[in-house]
């Protein structure tokens, strides 16, 4: 028998510098075992015994709580059906500082002259401190954070391979710290650290208004480096009053409008000691202060210490409570791309095609003389001549009278545009760290030869998410519409899940939503989701109000100015949704506990709105309230169900402030408070279980006393309305039928077309599988005149568009390209086309349902999902009337087989086949 493999703990593979000190264990049981009936865990000296359980998820350590610093080596051994494992491989963690007084460090920040501090953008600032280390080094650990973006480098070599740290945060709260093992650079004599600190998120442009300052007016970097020698002594190197810092190539950088690096200004060996500098050149061996800089400086030597142009610096004691590390993996590069064309539009400009839509920035070699000014300006579309167009992404000032206001200023900046000025040094190239870009193509603009498409390559940057899933069939188009879904998430998975990584990249709550448990099919988003839950909860009012944005990036002033308070439905219910989305993926309880303070606040608050606020309108006809309306949230402001077909207008915000939403919210409502009901049933909170069931029935009776007119029909008579009702559950059993037909009929009358936004887009193909009318959900699937997803495909698209005219048929781009929230019907082709069901009363696919339904012309699919406890794969074939079935069920997960006939089997961890026959329509 083999041992258990892939151990985790909590949720990420030996990680380092976490600050759990009892963190979760989990394994994958040994291929050939079905059912594990023992566990027995040793760590460092600790043994758990044999523990008498089949949990081999999320299992909490029971050892000595760590301490700061410590690795702890851990291995697991299981009893099974098939009898004793061998002792697994071993798997590890070690702890980062978990206490404030473990940091020797404090914060230092540039004394910035006041002319720079209220300029937009700002140059990035470089930290250094020289020390001596006396003997051999055995082991270090660096550990590090800062208002703002931050890179750190020891004697001459970038550290690690993480990017835009210590990330997107609720920095007032909450703040990451990234941990570092540097045994490797360092040596005995001098050594020398220093950081590359930008504006980030911290200070720089965020939101689609571009404001500035959101959370402090200065940067600052937080280091500590402990050195372990051989002779046993620990030395404790940290930010402080004998810190340097200067300027250098790096003259602006700012997330949203992009770098601007002066190569000739570069300080080669900033970060090496005096004389050591080797003139290495490319990512992650260069002593650079531009990524690209490379060589010596102008006169030849290197510039260690004592160069002038260094400066003292201001030491701030920041609070160091809220330092922690990351549940989810960082941001890294991920990819790169060769560009599949470079053609020259004009004579001034090239334009280079990278095929696909991205998030994060281009490679370019071949910079030109010295002093060449190069402009790159980055988009997702091209204009009719064949030239980098941003119609799409900028706002039209004289369109959006919401904007003309001194506080959206920002909005006239350039968007998304890079310059370099070249040295002339040999080998130099550019790349920026310190911004990201979502687009495709770039424009060149000051570039004295051609470019060469060897010498571009297109850079993918995001969260470094494991695969978790994938899925193909016969259609091609299909498996566009799946790869132009997954490159959207990717795209928009930086840290925090955002809406485009183009004018906005904020984490919209209702985008989150929307897609967690698509995204959970494809990745796994178990620690991500965790990490941007905290910050929701971090940033929830007092009065349980959940912000549009989580990290928040519009603030309360502009949000008052235009016209749209926080504490909309289906945005706000991200924070019961989310964790429950994560719960049921990945069988994640702590989440449930974790979160429900955060939960029950939403609930309570829009509770609250319900019963003590009506809407206008209804005051007008009703003035006396009826009974049901103390369940009837119809105030506030609401975005809806949120671009559905042709309903943009350039005034919308004020159009959806005065508009009645009652229907959307007192939906939700009931939906959060009914989620409510079942996650105190699984915490063990009986009495509150009974409240929310309460609740959930109140707001039903409400909504169909309100919405559900004499003749059978609901109010507002839309596609949207008829999906929500169904999907949540508002109508009574009897009427199901009837509603599920009146939602074809306006699929008819539309023309076969979807007339669905953002809320009701997920659950439409589901919704009508479930009714019955499954051959209906696969023709809007096959629609290919707009509104469609293949209207998106046959147009070109590899990522989802945010308006189902994003591109119109004479090519005109139209808000962004890149929104993953349209892109939630892929989750139909895993749960029903693929067949791969998760149970709501079996989270984690401990135990789970296979029910492939073919249709629209789909003859074969192959559908995979890596669980928790192992690989499921689902494979069928359409041969005449012949269906041929393999599925693979992983150890410790039993699945309930449904074929298309309706034949209900069971499958053991293991493989089978299955064959019926097939009628059309079954």
């Not at 689609?208 to 404790?236: E, H, I, P």
């Not at 202060?289 to 010596?296: E, H, I, N, S």
């Not at 006396?624 to 949230?633: G, I, R, S, T």
Request: aromatic share 8%; with cysteine.
């Amino acid at each position: 028998m083999t041992a258990p493999h892939s151990l985790r703990v909590e949720h990420l593979p030996d990680p380092l510098g976490i600050t759990v000190r009892q963190p979760r264990l989990s394994w994958q049981l040994p291929a050939g075992s079905r059912r594990q009936v023992a566990y027995r865990i040793r760590a460092d000296g600790w043994d758990s015994g044999r523990v008498e359980s089949d949990q081999s998820v999320l299992v909490r350590y029971g050892g000595p709580p760590a301490r700061s610093g410590r690795r702890v080596e851990w291995q697991v051994q299981v009893w099974t059906d098939a009898g004793r494992s061998d002792w697994s491989a071993p798997g590890w963690w070690e702890a980062g500082l978990l206490e404030a007084g473990d940091w020797t460090a404090r914060f230092i920040e540039p004394d910035e002259a006041e002319d720079v501090r209220d300029r937009t953008p700002r140059p990035a600032y470089l930290f250094r401190h020289s020390f001596t280390l006396a003997g051999e080094v055995k082991k270090a650990r660096l550990y590090a954070t800062a208002h703002g973006v931050y890179e750190c480098h020891i004697n001459g070599r970038r550290v690690g391979d993480m990017e835009l740290t210590p990330g997107f945060t609720s920095y007032g709260s909450i703040l990451q710290v990234q941990a570092f093992d540097v045994t490797g650079l360092l040596e005995p004599g001098e050594n020398v650290v220093g950081a590359i600190v930008s504006d980030g998120w911290f200070r720089g442009q965020v939101s689609g208004f571009r404001l500035t300052n959101l959370y402090g007016d200065s940067v600052a970097l937080l280091a500590q480096l402990d050195v372990t020698q051989d002779n046993g002594s620990v030395t404790s190197i940290g930010t402080g009053p004998d810190w340097e810092v200067g300027t250098g190539a790096i003259t602006e950088a700012d997330l949203y409008q992009g770098q601007r690096i002066d190569l000739r200004h570069a300080r080669p060996g900033w970060s090496a000691p005096s004389g050591a500098f080797t003139g290495a050149i490319g990512p992650g061996a260069t002593d650079t202060d531009a990524a690209g800089a490379g060589g010596t400086d102008t006169d030849g030597t290197a510039t260690g210490g004592g160069d002038h142009g260094w400066a003292g610096v201001r030491v701030r004691d920041h609070d160091l409570s809220r330092l922690t590390s990351s549940p989810a993996p960082p941001v890294r590069r991920v990819e790169e791309l060769r560009p599949i064309a470079v053609t020259q539009p004009r004579p001034d400009r090239q334009v280079i095609d990278l095929g696909r839509n991205i998030n994060g920035w281009i490679r370019l070699e071949s910079l030109g003389p010295a002093g060449t000014e190069l402009t790159l300006t980055h988009g997702e579309a091209l204009d009719p001549d064949g030239d980098v167009t941003q119609a799409n992404l900028v706002p039209d000032p004289e369109a959006n009278q919401d904007l003309q206001d001194p506080e959206f200023a920002n909005l006239a900046l350039p968007l998304q545009v890079d310059s370099v000025v070249s040295s002339g040094r040999p080998g130099e190239f550019f790349e920026p760290r310190h911004t990201t870009h979502g687009f495709r193509y770039v424009r060149v603009e000051g570039h004295p030869g051609t470019i060469e498409p060897d010498q571009a390559t297109g850079v993918v940057v995001h969260t470094a998410l494991r695969p978790t899933g994938s899925f193909t069939c016969s259609d091609e188009r299909i498996n566009a519409l799946h790869d132009a879904a997954m490159w959207s998430f990717r795209g928009n998975a930086c840290d925090i899940p955002t809406d485009c990584p183009t004018r906005e990249r904020a984490g919209w709550t209702g985008d989150w939503q929307i897609f967690a448990p698509t995204a959970a099919f494809l990745y796994d988003v178990a620690g991500f989701s965790t990490k941007w839950l905290r910050d929701l909860a971090a940033e929830q009012q007092s009065d349980g109000l959940v912000l549009h944005c989580v990290p928040e990036t519009m603030s309360m002033r502009a949000l008052k100015k235009i016209g749209a308070p926080p504490g909309s439905s289906g945005w706000g219910d991200a924070a019961v949704i989310v964790p429950w989305e994560t719960y049921r993926a990945y069988a994640d309880v702590d989440v449930l506990a974790e979160q429900w303070p955060s939960m029950t606040a939403w609930v309570e608050y829009a509770a609250r709105a319900a019963r003590e606020h009506r809407h206008p309108d209804r005051v007008a006809a009703r003035p006396e309230p009826a009974v049901h309306e103390e369940f009837l949230w119809d105030s506030g402001y609401h975005w809806g169900e949120w671009l559905e077909p042709d309903v943009w207008e350039p005034n919308i915000i004020s159009t959806l402030a005065v508009a009645d939403h009652g229907a959307v919210a007192t939906a939700y409502l009931h939906y959060s408070a009914s989620l409510l009901a079942r996650i105190a049933g699984i915490l063990g909170r009986d009495d509150d279980a009974v409240r929310y069931r309460n609740l959930a029935a109140a707001t039903r009776a409400a909504w169909q006393t309100e919405f559900i007119r004499g003749d059978g029909t609901l109010a507002p008579d839309t596609q949207a309305t008829y999906v929500r009702a169904l999907a949540f559950g508002l109508v009574p059993d009897e009427s199901r039928p009837q509603m599920a037909q009146r939602l074809v009929e306006l699929i008819r009358k539309a023309g076969t077309h979807l007339g669905t936004g953002f809320l009701a887009t997920p659950y439409l193909l589901p919704v009508l599988a479930d009714a019955g009318h499954l051959d209906i959900a696969y023709e809007v699937l096959f629609q290919d005149t707009p509104p469609s997803w293949l209207t998106m495909v046959d147009r070109g698209a590899t990522t989802i568009w945010e308006d189902w005219n994003g591109v119109s048929e004479n090519g005109i781009p139209y808000l962004s390209l890149n929104h993953y929230s349209k892109g939630a019907v892929v989750s139909f082709l895993h749960r029903y086309t693929g067949g791969i069901q998760l149970l709501d009363d079996h989270p984690g696919y401990r135990h789970f349902r296979i029910a492939p339904r073919p249709g629209g012309g789909i003859t074969s699919a192959c559908v995979t999902h890596q669980s928790p406890y192992g690989s499921i794969k689902v494979s069928w074939r359409l041969d005449g009337e012949r269906f041929q079935m393999e599925v693979s069920v992983p150890p410790g997960a039993t699945a309930d087989v449904r074929l298309p006939t309706g034949s209900d089997l069971q499958a053991a961890p293991g493989t089978s086949y299955y064959e019926c026959r097939h009628e059309a329509g079954a």
